[in-house]
């Protein structure tokens, strides 16, 4: 391990060993500190960020990016607040944190006993909606993680997400795929961030009127296992309640190759993230490069 990865290792570990002993104003005031220091020094992150939002709200100043990728930064802080706390909240805290309208679209999938994907874009705090679900719902799910280096980091959010009530996966391609279907034949849930390509195999679609790629495999689970894919979107606003929206199922084409159906409904997917993204621009922590214009071709994938 390097003295870089040994420096990141240590300073996750003590946000989750000492944040979530603040109390909650306290935390909240210290992510917007933090917020503010970085989005002044304007490092590449926030420059990706603000020329990410260049992209959702076109047209916009100079000074309305600013503003934007300032309260971004916020909101960014303001998930890693909470995620920080999320273990030490009780089960009343979590279930009265986060307010999901159209939740019955995820009730009547789960009563049809064919499985549901829930499909999520980087907006406000995924980790508090799955929280939510688990504590809630009393629904257990399976979701995937990006292999973080150090391993020892890794670790930590593999146990902190478990700890939560979700089945963690390495994003291993065919391995995790097979668990994830097999999670879904028999009637349960899966959740995947999915507004960024993480593999060789993602699909092309047209997003803020660019091309860009998303991952297949929300839609490409979809058609092997009859689960309902549902799209959802989430926001912060003024209040300690996180918000957020289910959106109608994405259904499978009638006809089409299998690579025909799967751009198609990697198409609807984007365009529920659009809508979502379009209203709460800020709360989407996107500091990554995600147009195809923007990457680098020798680098493939995002």
Not at 27 to 51: C, I, N, P, S, Y
Not at 234 to 245: A, E, H, I, K, N
Not at 277 to 289: N, T, Y
Request: charged share 25%; with cysteine.
């Amino acid at each position: 391990m390097t003295a870089a990865e040994r420096l990141t290792d240590g300073l996750y570990g003590l946000g989750w060993s000492t944040v979530k002993k603040l109390p909650e104003p306290v935390a909240a005031r210290l992510g917007r500190t933090v917020a503010d220091a970085a989005w002044k020094r304007r490092g590449k992150g926030v420059q990706r960020l603000e020329a990410n939002y260049a992209r959702v709200v076109p047209g916009a100043s100079p000074e309305r990016l600013a503003e934007l990728s300032r309260a971004g930064m916020r909101s960014y802080l303001r998930y890693w607040m909470e995620s920080f706390r999320l273990p030490a909240w009780s089960a009343e805290r979590v279930r009265t944190g986060f307010d999901p309208k159209d939740a019955h679209y995820l009730r009547e999938g789960l009563a049809a006993g064919k499985g549901v994907i829930l499909a999520l874009p980087h907006l406000a705090n995924w980790d508090l909606a799955g929280a939510w679900v688990s504590t809630t719902l009393g629904i257990p799910f399976t979701t995937v993680a990006e292999r973080l280096k150090p391993e020892t980091l890794y670790d930590r959010f593999v146990a902190y997400r478990e700890g939560l009530g979700m089945e963690v996966l390495a994003h291993s391609g065919a391995s995790a795929f097979g668990t994830l279907a097999r999670r879904l034949r028999d009637g349960g849930l899966v959740c995947l961030v999915a507004d960024r390509d993480l593999s060789a195999a993602g699909v092309e679609v047209d997003f803020f009127g660019e091309r860009a790629r998303m991952p297949a495999g929300p839609a490409l689970l979809a058609q092997q296992t009859g689960a309902q894919l549902l799209p959802v979107t989430l926001w912060y606003d003024d209040s300690p309640v996180m918000q957020g929206r289910v959106h109608p199922a994405v259904e499978v084409p009638g006809t089409g190759t299998r690579i025909e159906k799967t751009a198609a409904m990697t198409q609807a997917l984007a365009d529920a993230f659009a809508s979502g993204i379009a209203e709460h621009p800020e709360d989407w922590h996107m500091l990554q490069r995600l147009w195809l214009a923007d990457l680098d071709p020798a680098k493939g994938p995002a």
